[in-house]
């Protein structure tokens, strides 16, 4: 018997079959040991020496791995084909030969880039031994990763507390989110005009040409800069003596783009299906692993972690067959195409991301997949297709027109064609969005056909568009737009992007709207304290230049250990250096970097860190329990605070600073005013009286913009909560209002959610009555909450007892068996969940709290499982929150 070990058990029954009876195929579950998340774990002083840890579920994983191969003849790690697979197989040997669980038994290790049935056998036939290099890469990044994480983040929390952690290639990542942020916010409009006329030529067939020039000047897209200079064109025009000068027509020839790496589909898939880099790497992994296709489970495409784009010449040859079969012979280039990739540091140890076999076409598995796993396969299937076929053939067109009988104005006018569609026929490339004012002529003009006209021919104006317009900022990064900047710029690898992004946001750093990336102040202010103090290790280059090193550690060019000591002397001195620094001097250095977010240009053109109530002190970033805060220097005579920056909607509206006032309220009387607090923007209704009366406040809601706020929505929060009207059963009344955990309406006691704050102002007594009808038939109690209904049911539990589902709580999604609930990962969304991910989480579940139908039947498990543990120290808790 020979033992084979793969990563997922997906994949390693897939490959059970494949290989027959004399087989055994094992899954290990991914990594199975990792560094403990303590001190002491990687050791500089001690060579760099490292301790490993395997957790609990791995431990028994790793127990039944043992004693197959004790029985085995032969051992063969099969795990995925880039480093961290290399990784893998070496953890679960190096646990094996402590385990004594191999003896003197062959250890044979074989890659595959496609789990497909010749794919594997292939891979069988040519095994080899654990490459050390790889292995050696992978330490190098791991002990790096650590060594950061572990001597950073402690002095993040003594110096700026709030700050969660700071990591190697985290941190870079959120320094760019946060230059953009910066770019944004400083950014200018610049006002331009433009100037363009609708023209008819004598064989007929409108079009419209834009002034590139006036009185012997060439005119740039913001070359107009007033109404006064673009009516000057505009009279010149009105003469109305427009003529032909010149008629230019050259072909064009687009080649396709390259096949998909990690990044490009990661990019594609957002642009065109909307999915997150997440969920596509998520879609891709059942893609690669197999789907049941005629009684066998066969993958579909190759493996999904790559950043080549060179593809095996037996799939190009299969290719320009599937294009001559599904398009014609005239698709078909006269040559193969060959890609190099032009990312900076690209690896390129695996082929490009294809289908498995280019015969499959999309509607012929089409019933085998689900709707995200078709479009998926589909973009994948298209983009392979696209990238072996015959260039797009155009016809570009250029007309130069003179206007005007006393100051010329010189019109140009494009127009594009398609005269053979070549890969166009497959697949066109999407394009992220960019400024208007940032295009090209040719990007503005690529559409459309001119009428046919001759030089010298006159033409007839049919109205004149004088526009005024202003320069945009730069956009936001998406999830899609941050990868491709990554790579371009050599930092992280296609295995670390979407962890990478996930940690931004568990963290709190960054958050998602709109699908942009919108830095928090908490990001904000990490990134603003590595830049001062530790510069160097959130500079681009000097991350893509570590990359670059780990890269050659895996070619075997340098030695793994001297990267380390290299980084780790001048790392550790730096880190040295910080021990004294004061925290009044992190915050005026925080002060001077976040200046144009945190205290932004008064309207009145004041000094913007003038306090707001005294007048006489200055406005500076305050450390609290809570976090950071602005703060008046003369604390405590003034108690002046508010929030870093307040804003609703994240599109860069302006801080409320201070107090403004709204305007007064008809019944009362009194003045109502938005004011910022520690806790964020409220509203206030009239002053505190002499006798010690509050006045009435309320809080503005997630979402919206304190700044843009008007009268009419601030009288609406200050009336919650509202009567909405009495109860057709009971003549109790039913109010709305907005509460701890969102908008609710309540009855008698009972609370029911809505679905958003609106809803509160608008909410009638059926809908009301509704929601309070299906709180109670969910099982709330008078201030219990419901059982959320089921996002999705996964089926039967494998072991019986009712079906399993997925739920929205009041803490996250959950997965849900009878009376146990099992929170889904932060890296699991409820639509990716699948019932074995769900069984296993109900199994872990169920055994931390003694109960469940699993864990009934093992006696001596129960018994340990019920053992007290002793709590984890605030040290140790703190420490664990800095690995990665």
């Not at 923007?681 to 843009?708: F, H, N, V």
């Amino acid at each position: 018997m020979h033992l084979v070990i793969v990563e997922s058990p997906a994949k390693a029954k897939t490959i059970n079959k494949y290989l027959g009876p004399d087989y055994q195929v094992l899954a290990s579950y991914g990594h199975v040991r990792d560094l403990p998340s303590k001190d002491g774990s990687v050791r500089p002083d001690d060579d760099f020496s490292m301790s490993w840890e395997v957790d609990a579920k791995s431990g028994k994983r790793l127990s039944d791995i043992a004693a197959a191969a004790k029985d085995a003849d032969r051992l063969i790690l099969a795990t995925d084909p880039d480093r961290e697979g290399e990784a893998i197989s070496w953890h679960v040997l190096e646990v094996l030969r402590a385990k004594k669980a191999l003896k003197d038994k062959p250890v044979e290790r074989v890659v595959f880039n496609a789990i497909t049935r010749q794919a594997v056998l292939e891979a069988m036939q040519n095994p080899r031994r654990i490459d050390d290099a790889l292995v050696d890469a992978y330490l190098a990044r791991r002990a790096l990763d650590y060594l950061v994480g572990f001597t950073l983040s402690p002095v993040l929390w003594r110096k700026l507390p709030g700050a969660r952690s700071a990591g190697r290639v985290q941190s870079v990542a959120l320094r760019l989110v946060c230059d953009r942020e910066n770019e944004i916010e400083v950014f200018k409009p610049r006002e331009y005009w433009s100037v363009a006329v609708t023209l008819e030529p004598p064989k007929g067939g409108r079009f419209v040409a834009r002034a590139v020039g006036f009185d012997g000047k060439k005119l740039g897209r913001l070359d107009i800069a007033n109404e006064d200079e673009a009516r000057a064109v505009e009279a010149a025009l009105k003469s109305g003596d427009y003529r032909v000068l010149s008629v230019e027509a050259k072909p064009l020839r687009r080649s396709p783009p390259p096949p998909f790496t990690t990044s490009t589909l990661q990019q594609e898939a957002s642009r065109k299906l909307g999915f997150a880099a997440a969920r596509t790497m998520q879609i891709a992994q059942r893609l690669y692993e197999g789907i049941e296709l005629g009684g066998e489970t066969v993958g579909l495409i190759t493996y999904m972690r790559t950043d080549g784009v060179q593809v095996a010449p037996e799939a190009i040859s299969g290719a320009r067959r599937a294009i001559a079969q599904n398009f014609g012979d005239r698709y078909v280039p006269e040559n193969p195409r060959y890609y190099q990739t032009k990312a900076k540091n690209a690896q390129e140890a695996h082929e490009a991301i294809r289908p498995t076999d280019l015969f499959r076409r999309p509607d012929s598995v089409r019933r085998a997949l689900d709707d995200e796993q078709f479009k998926l396969y589909d973009l994948i299937w298209k983009r392979m297709m696209a990238s072996q076929m015959a260039a797009a053939e155009l016809e570009r067109t250029t007309v130069e027109i003179e206007a005007g009988s006393g100051r010329k104005v010189a019109l140009r006018a494009t127009g594009q064609v398609v005269r053979f569609d070549g890969y166009f026929a497959a697949y066109t490339e999407g394009r992220d969005d960019v400024p208007v004012s940032q295009r090209s002529d040719a990007e503005d003009d690529e559409d459309g056909r001119l009428p046919p006209m001759d030089v010298g021919d006159r033409l007839t104006e049919h109205g004149i568009e004088v526009l005024q317009h202003f320069t945009e900022p730069p956009p936001r990064y998406t999830e899609a737009t941050l990868i491709k900047k990554m790579e371009e710029l050599g930092i992280g690898r296609p295995s670390t992007y979407t962890a990478t992004l996930s940690v931004l946001r568990d963290r709190g750093y960054v958050r998602l709207e709109k699908k942009q990336l919108i830095p928090e102040d908490k990001g904000r202010l990490v990134t603003a304290f590595l830049e001062s103090f530790f510069e160097r290790y959130v500079e681009y280059d000097f991350t893509a230049d570590l990359e670059e090193k780990l890269d050659k550690i895996s070619n075997g060019e340098i030695p793994w250990k001297d990267v380390l000591r290299d980084f780790w002397r001048q790392f550790s001195n730096d880190v040295d250096q910080t021990k004294e620094l004061r925290v009044s001097e992190v915050l005026e250095s925080l002060n001077e970097l976040l200046g144009s977010h945190i205290f932004p240009a008064r309207a009145d053109g004041g000094d913007p860190r003038q306090c707001p109530l005294c007048g006489t002190g200055k406005l500076s970033l305050k450390l609290g329990k809570y976090g950071a805060f602005i703060g008046c220097s003369n604390y405590p005579e003034c108690r002046y605070t508010r929030q870093l920056a307040v804003s609703g909607d994240g599109n860069g509206e302006g801080a409320l600073n201070g107090t403004k006032e709204l305007g007064t309220d008809p019944e009362t009387g009194l003045m109502v005013t938005v004011r910022s607090g520690r806790f964020g923007p409220y509203i206030q209704l009239g002053e505190a009286t002499d006798d010690g009366e509050k006045p009435k406040r309320a809080s503005i809601p997630k979402g919206w913009d304190a700044a843009s706020l008007d009268l009419e929505r601030a009288l609406a929060l200050l009336s919650l909560p509202r009567l909405v009207g009495l109860h057709p059963e009971t003549g109790k009344e039913i109010t709305a209002g907005i509460g701890r955990f969102g908008p609710f309406v309540l009855h008698d006691g009972t609370y029911a959610n809505l679905d958003s704050v609106e809803e509160v102002f608008s909410v009638g007594i059926n809908r009301a009555v509704s929601v309070l009808a299906e709180k109670k038939a969910g099982g709330g109690g008078r201030r219990g909450r419901a059982t959320p209904k089921a996002l999705k049911e996964l089926g039967e539990h494998p072991n019986g007892g009712g079906a399993v589902t997925v739920r929205d709580g009041k803490y996250g999604p959950y997965v849900s068996h009878g009376k146990v609930n099992a929170t889904l990962p932060k890296d699991v969304t409820p639509d990716a969940v699948t019932m074995e991910q769900a069984v296993e989480l109900l199994a872990t579940k169920a055994g931390k709290s003694g109960g469940g139908r699993r864990k009934a039947a093992a006696k001596p498990k129960a018994a340990k499982s019920a053992a007290p543990k002793k709590a984890p120290s605030k040290k140790a808790t703190a420490k664990k929150k800095a690995n990665g």
